[in-house]
């Protein structure tokens, strides 16, 4: 698989899971961006381990990290959220 | 240029759906079967839920709950106590099972919700009869025990007066609900026998209780020296009856005791002329029917009674926003002629669900401050009437938009310190991947390097385990030709087909797991110094 070949294969996985996520949100009759977004972070994550190559790093994978960045910056925020309800309730 | 057009696009896009999504950040639940507000929007899997199997049951639970009248009536009548509790428990049971359907079908705006209602009358009216029931047989044997005791006696027949006419209303109410019941069973095909059944034991009840009262009551009753009457005999809430009289025999200062419904409800003194006088403000008593005697000592006065009518009121709401997430509900409960209605509950109904009460002041006045979520929210303040002479009311809906507290720094300072840390570590660890690639050597030389990449490198692998050793001298030769570190060996050997061979090898090396040895090493060494074996 070449370099190219395997951001838009692991793009197209990405958009498949975000897809399945939100199957199964419908399904269970709730849709919660919060849960949608942790999921979603959840799947970046495993698609990024599994096409980080051993000794290159294309610059896709630079970006790639930005994001999770981001990601688990928010994830941090609604984590922090979550306890703060906890301690108030 | 197309390229270029389609990058604007997407870019475009995302950060649509980012401002989107950002503005449901404060409330992320989107959907959910139960919080649908509009019809439009209801999910059918909950409306499912409400089955045709409730509505089948309905009709049969309203034979039921007539059924169980007969029944428990019945019971009483036979003085069948235990038996009589347990009719009782499952009639309770059933009208809660009734009235959840009631609430789950909506059909509380039709004459089901009528029987619903005069079913709940009809629970509480044979409950009360089972309890007043057992006291007047109690009374009964009381009775016979203090004959001969003046005073006690007395006390008794008073107490079962106060009781039978609360069982002769009990049974004036109970009655005038058999149109309505027959009328709603002849619509859904009921047999309300047992219902009419249960209206001809209540009034034997109650006819035994007059029969008893005639036989001792009346007979009891000689012309008492304390006197007592009421004026006016019929009042409204908040009216004020005179409850008064004389004592003929009394002496000045002498405490008469006035009871009303077999209730102490006060002691007054005799003035000098003998005579006495209550004024009794008709507050919280439940509309109808009530008895009054009073006592000097051992002197019973006789009996009198005096009517409540009922009233309506009139309940108002204001809405007014007291910070972000609380709302203050006041408002005023008035009887129909302005009278303020005090120290009542008034509920307050949030979003046709939550129920909180308030309570008014002396003056009518109620105030009730109620912490909400954030978004539109109705409210209704209503007065049920529960123990008052007065009739329910409710005031029309308000709503109110409550704006919510602000998003909270603490969990923004948190994800900024995360992101902080995040971006730190990544910068670490690319630093650290740099640093073991790059061979250790002075800073300088590093310079001269890269000024001129065709001179001779410096590179160290002594030490190194040899395939550690094959790697850095690899690093070092891609370094040297200037060939990006994101190549692969063959990448390189393409790129550089001189040193096709070298990268051949190191491929080989890397991925087929192979071990140079030390001529191999000291040869890609060679090559990597550009064949000048003095710069090592």
Known sequence: MTGSAKKYYAAAVLAVWLIIVAFFMILNRTLDLEVFFVLSLIGLLVVAVLIDGAFSRPRYMRYIGYLIAAGVALFAYIVAEKILEIIAA | ?536
């Not at chain 2, 079967?33 to 409306?47: C, F, G, R």
């Not at chain 2, 910068?427 to 390097?449: D, I, K, T």
């Not at chain 2, 990448?491 to 090898?505: E, K, L, M, V, W």
């Open chain 2, 1 to 536: 240029m197309n390229h270029r057009a389609s990058r604007a696009v997407l870019m475009a896009a995302a950060v649509l759906v980012l401002a989107l999504l950002g503005a449901q950040a404060a409330d992320p639940v989107l959907y959910t079967a139960e919080n649908t507000s509009t019809a439009a929007h209801t999910d059918p899997a909950t409306v499912q839920k409400r089955s045709p199997g409730d509505a089948n049951a309905l009709v049969p639970l309203m034979d039921e709950l007539l059924g169980q009248t007969g029944t428990l009536t019945l019971t009483i009548k036979l003085k069948d106590y235990e038996s009589a509790e347990r009719d009782l428990a499952r009639y309770s049971e059933l009208s809660r099972q009734f009235d959840r359907l009631v609430v789950t079908l909506d059909v509380s705006g039709t004459d089901i919700g009528e029987f619903q209602q005069n079913n709940r009358q009809n629970q509480e009216s044979l409950a009360a009869l089972l309890n007043d029931t057992r006291r007047f047989e109690d009374l009964q044997r009381l009775e016979i025990e203090v004959r001969g005791n003046d005073e006690q006696h007395m006390a008794v027949v008073y107490e079962g007066e106060a009781l039978r006419q609360k069982m002769r209303e009990g049974f004036s109410a109970y009655a005038k609900r058999e149109a309505a019941a027959t009328r709603i069973a002849e619509h859904y095909d009921l047999n309300a026998t047992p219902y009419r059944e249960s209206v001809d034991h209540f009034a034997e009840i109650t006819d035994a209780a007059d029969d008893w009262w005639k036989e001792t009551g009346g007979r009891s009753a000689p012309k008492s020296p304390l006197r007592i009457a009421v004026t006016p005999d019929e009042g409204r809430y908040g009216d004020t009856l005179l409850i008064a009289g004389t004592h003929d025999g009394g002496r000045p200062g002498d405490p008469v005791e006035i009871y009303i419904d077999s209730r102490l409800t006060a002691t007054v003194a005799l003035d000098d002329g003998g005579s006495y006088r209550y004024p009794y403000r008709i507050g919280r008593v439940p509309a109808g029917s009530h008895i009054v005697y009073a006592t000097a000592g051992a002197v019973y006065s006789s009996v009198v009674t005096f009517e409540i009518l009922s009233g309506n009121t009139s309940t108002t709401l204001a809405l007014a926003e007291v910070n972000e997430t609380t709302v203050a509900c006041t408002g005023n409960l008035t009887t129909d002629d302005g009278r303020p209605v005090t120290l009542a509950p008034v509920h307050l109904r949030i979003d046709d669900d939550t129920l909180t009460t308030a309570e008014t002041d002396k003056n009518g006045t109620y105030r009730k401050e109620i912490a909400l979520p954030a978004g539109e929210h109705t409210l209704q303040a209503e007065f049920h009437g529960a123990g008052y002479p007065l009739n329910a009311s409710e005031s029309p809906v308000g709503t109110i938009i409550v704006r919510g507290e602000g998003l909270s720094p603490l969990p923004f300072a948190v994800a900024l310190a995360a992101l902080f840390g995040t971006g730190w570590y990544l910068r670490r660890r690319q630093y650290r991947r740099e640093e073991s690639l790059v061979v250790e050597r002075p800073e300088e030389e590093v310079e001269v390097a890269e000024e001129t990449a065709e001179q001779a490198p410096q590179v160290s692998i002594v030490g190194l385990p040899p395939r550690e050793a094959a790697t850095v001298l690899f690093c070092t030769l891609r370094a040297r030709l200037g060939i990006p570190e994101t190549k692969t060996p063959r990448d390189c050997a393409r790129i550089a087909p001189d040193h096709a061979g070298f990268f051949g090898r190191y491929e080989l090396i890397r991925y087929a797991g192979e071990t140079p040895s030390e001529e191999e090493l000291r040869a890609m060494e060679e090559e990597v110094l550009g064949g000048d074996k003095n710069a090592a």
